[in-house]
């Protein structure tokens, strides 16, 4: 494979610091739905390079506290859009990776309210926003979020006698495969980026009983394909945002020695632009801040040198996720 031997690391930090800089050009404008994702993605993946101050913290804080709806209690994606769990988990993520959920001068007790009132009466799962959406992705971020707001008991409340992490998990269970995965709902197929949201939500809620580690271990090892790079789902390209949903998923599962590291990492430095910065979803694509997280992410997750440990659970650094005391079971290599 050709490319990159190494990681770029200097030209990835000019790479996020400069898509900070676009905001004249119409990508910019297009992108402002996904924009508080966005700097979750470049400050973790700074974080991870050990370059978290290539961003002015204090910035990154006021922008994140001015996409905060006072009434509603949520975040949107930018300063006056709706609120929504996916900006709401990425500005709490940002907030706690700079240690600054008090000092951002949001009411945490607002965000919970929020967050728990996403999930529809008598239900085991959470929607996106208040239209009702429902999908895996969105009970992770209400897990991940809750527990990082030192919130997670609200969820041992009893509703008609049954607690709301039970009905969770419940859910979970229902939305379970033959294949040991998850889809985004109930008899979806099994899809790694939904597997990764299970595991890890139920990771948090301490409940991976519910899972076959070996039968769902096999079924992610077997998304390696012959160039390294790992796939979403069976029959599909190689994407190296995979290497996060997968690995993960493994790490968690004490099983991520069931991929071949060597092939995998030397797939995702071959995705690197070499000229600009940035990692695309394979070789040769054009690079994006996303598709950059997930590759250093996976390299973390192996052993690549001098790079900060993430987290596979919360996808953040491990540094912050032990200061808040919330770690995980898993296995890095
Ligand atoms: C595939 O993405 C990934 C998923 C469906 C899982 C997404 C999970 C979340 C948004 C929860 C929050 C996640 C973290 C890490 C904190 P895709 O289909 O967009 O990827 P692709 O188009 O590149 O294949
Ligand atoms: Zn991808």
């Not at 991870?48 to 922008?63: E, G, S, V």
């Not at 650094?317 to 079971?329: A, Y």
């Amino acid at each position: 494979m050709e490319g990159p031997a190494n990681l770029l690391r200097d030209k990835h930090v000019e790479y996020i610091v400069q898509l900070g800089k676009a905001d004249n050009t119409l990508g910019f404008h297009l992108t402002e739905h996904l924009r508080l994702n966005g700097i979750y993605w470049a400050v973790t993946c700074l974080a991870l390079l050990k370059r978290i101050d290539a961003l002015d913290r204090q910035q990154t804080i006021d922008y994140v506290y001015s996409c905060w709806d006072n009434k509603l209690g949520g975040f949107g994606s930018h300063p006056n859009h709706d609120s929504h769990m996916l900006s709401t988990l990425s500005a709490i993520q940002v907030l706690a990776i700079h240690d600054a959920i008090q000092e951002s001068g949001i009411d945490t007790d607002k965000v919970i309210n929020y967050i728990l009132s996403l999930r529809p009466k008598n239900e085991g799962f959470f929607t996106g926003d208040e239209w009702g959406e429902s999908d895996t992705r969105f009970t992770y971020c209400a897990v991940s979020a809750l527990s990082l707001l030192g919130a997670l008991h609200k969820l041992d409340e009893k509703e008609n006698g049954v607690a709301i992490k039970d009905r969770i998990v419940d859910w979970f269970k229902q939305c379970m495969n033959f294949d040991g995965g998850f889809g985004n709902n109930i008899s979806a197929e099994t899809h790694s980026g939904q597997v990764f949201t299970a595991v890890a939500a139920l990771a948090i809620l301490d409940r991976l009983d519910i899972i076959d580690r070996d039968n769902l271990s096999w079924w992610l090892s077997e998304r390696q394909v012959e160039s390294g790079g790992l796939n979403g789902r069976p029959q599909k390209l190689e994407d190296v945002c995979y290497s996060w949903w997968v690995l993960s998923g493994l790490s968690i599962l004490h099983r991520l020695h069931w991929i071949n590291k060597e092939k995998l990492m030397s797939f995702i430095l071959s995705s690197q632009d070499p000229d600009n910065g940035g990692i695309a979803d394979r070789p040769g694509d054009v690079a994006d801040v996303y598709h950059t997280l997930f590759g250093v992410a996976g390299l973390s997750m192996m052993g690549y040198p001098d790079l900060e440990q993430v987290d596979p659970v919360y996808c953040m650094p491990v540094k912050t996720i032990e200061r808040m005391h919330l770690t995980k079971s898993y296995t890095l290599l």
